[in-house]
């Protein structure tokens, strides 16, 4: 007697159902450590933008008894401040930063020895005694590595130029140059005197729970000026590619799941056929349906358990090369529900795919599964479907914890795999009823289809859902791909430049014709501070409870105003009212509008070097901030700036060259700030590219998956198919007209399963849409595909069905 591990590796359906275990295995392994893979590294990078994992800010330094609260965490502490550097008789405002040598927490520093050197990294800030600059403090003052520069009263050596900081972030807009010290120096330059603004910054690192528990300890003993920050407010800012792909490749572990649980369906409703007379004769002779279930379970469950401890080897051994080839360093970053679902994923969904069709065996009275009547009633095979669909539902939540951003999409996939077919079987009754009148052929392949609804209901759903996962992951992965060119094109501007005059534009334009420079266009700037609300001051009108909005109120914001024939800038959307601003609106960012309340119609009124400035908001926008582009708060109608001191801004593409080029720009023009983003923009490059190629590793496992339930709903139809054609030929019907019935019945199934896919993909838009393209998904031709998969789909069906014939009928029958 064979092992009962190796007695069901007999049955091509049990192979064919082991291989979707394989496959669903494989599949949710690298999926899901893919996921946490991505998901650390957004929270990374948040932190990188944040400083920490918590930040504390205030206008002065913190308590005493709060460091000692937070002791448990690793500190890093800063002091921003504005501050004039002095070389010689020269005199130059910079952005100063003093910072102890804990910092940065997270991420490096980017440092080279001199201006057109090299970059190197480095762990820590300068030593006490140092000073580090960004390089256009040396071209505005002149001054050589190894000089001393004056903050205040106290000489500092120079000894490096900044090239990056992990947490620069991406505004450009108020950012004067740049200087680092130790913060052991900054008593010593006396610049911080009563009345000095300066904003000190606590940054804390941990774990997630102490994170929490810090958090929780230090929130009641926040003084007025202090305020907490967390990674959820810089990962808020954070739309870019990492999180579109974090949430697709969540949207994958969903949809793998249900496709491999599909084709485990479709296999097991073959294995239970084929084991029904078995499980008959057991409850003819006594045993019950207890006794029945746990044997078919329990050596179902031993034989497919290899299989999936083979595709989660494979999926682990796959993410391993993916971490390696991607540069991807330290532990594997996935927590214990990840690899909870690594190991229990398959299994689970073999469980809950497979139980409700096992348990027909014992559903179905003895005498009709003797009698070859095992078809199920088609309500009960639509609600055993339906119920069977659930399982992703619970990995999901298992996985995100919630469903909140992606249960919308997976509700509707599976309410319309489980209801399409059921809504489609009328069609092919009715088709049944009418066909009276129709060719012999067609009636054939009608009644075929219409008379098997435990066959043909769950084949319907099998085929539709696939269609419409390998259709969804075409349109979405080229969809992201093209964002994600959009939003960094082969040119995109790697230089900013600010603090323009009228009479600096001509030799601007001058000097990036001279060097092949590509510019964009030209914004006016003017420093202006929000004051009034609907002639309410803003104080009063914005709940102080709101820190978003007080960061906002408390600081000059830069205004510019839309010129004539300016379109909106491609980072932005309107999302409410008309653009472009008539005389006397202003457009306003969505994030701001929701942190101040403001809405359609309401006045705001600012205060300017040139007195006020009012206007009534005619749209709010939203804003991709990540985007590389000048990006604004309020844009103003073209001649909403009229009369107030204007600046201008621009940005630029410039070729890789030597920093010569920058430095004679910046003396013939010595007052501009150049702002130079190669560094981030090189950052933002490889995140994209790291982002295509996961991209096309989770299409590849997506198209494995869905062409697996194809080919199990093929296969789990060739052996019914086969003895119907050999029951035709005993009856005297030719090749011509088998074939004629085999082609029709592979048509009607595929063109139903089209449509159904079709009209699946079609409802599926807008949440995509609203939750990883920010509402914009526009018609592809992708969503053709699932015709094509139709006629696939037929001309399989037909050349099953040609194989089939060459079997002789007598041996097809007994075998039935």
Known sequence: MKPVLLRPWRDSAFRILALAVCIAALSLASIVLLRAE???????RSAEMLGGDLMLVGSEPPEASQLD?????????VADFASVVMHGDEMLLVSARAVDHHYPLYGQLHIAADRFAPATVVAQGPPPGEVWVADQVLDRLGVQMGEPLHIGRLPLTLTAVIRQEPDQGAGFYSMNPRVLLHQADLAATGVLGPGTRVRHRLMLGGDAASITAANLAIEGTLRADQSLRTVADAADRTRGPLHQLTLWVSLGVLLVSLLCGAAVFLATSQRVRRRARLAALLRSFGASRRQVTTRLLGEEFVAVVPAAILGTGLGISLILLVRQLLGWQGPLAAATGDWIAVLAGPLVLWLAFALPRLLSLVRVPAVDVLGGRLDTHPVAGALELAAALGAPV?????LTGSLEELGQLLLLLILLGALLPALLWPLLKALDVGSRRLPLASRLAIRRLSRRPGLTLPLLASLTVAMAVLGLAGLVGNQLLDDWRKRLPEQAPNHFVFNLFEQDLPPLQAWLNAHQASSQPLYPIVRGRLTDINQVPVQDAVTKENDDAQRALNRDLALTAIQPGQTLPPSNRVISGDWPPQA??????????????LALRDQVQFVTSQGTLTADIT??????????????????????LAGQDITWLTSFWLPEGDGARLAALLRDLPHITVIDVRALLDQAQALVTQASHATALLAILLMAAALLVLGAALLGAQAQRGQDNALLRTLGAGRPLISRVTWLESLLLGLCAALGATLIMLAALYPLAQRLFAGALPWSPWLLLPVGLGLVVTLAGVRLGARAQRHAPLALLRQA
């Open 69 to 77: 609260t937070l002791a448990a965490l690793r500190q890093a502490q």
């Open 394 to 398: 619970m990995l999901a939540a298992l």
């Open 38 to 44: 991505l998901e650390q590294r957004f929270i990374i």
């Open 584 to 597: 006397g609106g202003v457009s306003v960012e969505k994030e701001l509008a929701h942190n101040l309340g």
């Open 619 to 640: 749209s709010i926008r939203e804003v991709d901030w990540e985007s590389f582009e000048p990006n604004f708060y309020f844009m103003f109608a073209s001649e909403g």
